[in-house]
């Protein structure tokens, strides 16, 4: 199982970047997929994830972020607009199964929990 993460970078504060994700050895279309990031000294936290037609993402980063999935490509992005200072981590690509995130008619995401998590890429937001 691989999940390669990419476009890290370092960016100002108001800039957009877009982050990918690779996904091999496992049936991505059967997985919600979902970018957690991590700030130092800091607990992980859920950014935004897709189970294929709907999506979430967390108050801090809502409206600022899209996230979007290529189920024939295996494929998971993010675009993230108006950055912060306060969005630099190292952001993971990760994947629960869609049998072990669904749950009384919906599919949930949280931070943790997943069954593969990428190595990570590193966001800084600064002037």
């Known amino acids: 199982v691989q999940l390669q993460a990419s476009g890290e970078g370092l960016v100002q504060p108001g800039g957009s970047l877009r982050l990918s994700c690779a996904a091999s050895?496992?049936?991505?279309?059967?997985?919600?997929m979902s970018w957690v990031r991590q700030a130092p000294g800091k607990e992980r936290e859920l950014v935004s994830c897709?189970?294929?037609?709907?999506?979430y993402s967390g108050d801090p980063v809502r409206g600022r972020v899209t996230v979007s999935r290529d189920n024939a490509a295996n494929t998971l992005a993010i675009q993230m607009n108006s950055l912060r200072p306060d969005d630099t981590a190292v952001y993971y690509c990760?994947?629960?199964?869609?049998?072990?995130?669904?749950?009384?008619?919906?599919?949930?995401?949280?931070?943790?929990?997943?069954?593969?998590w990428g190595k990570g890429t590193q966001v800084t937001v600064s002037s």
């Open positions: 990760a994947a629960r199964s869609k049998s072990r995130a669904y749950y009384r008619g919906r599919y949930y995401c949280s931070a943790a929990d997943m069954d593969y």
């Open positions: 050895g496992f049936t991505f279309r059967k997985n919600v």
């Open positions: 897709t189970e294929g037609s709907g999506s």
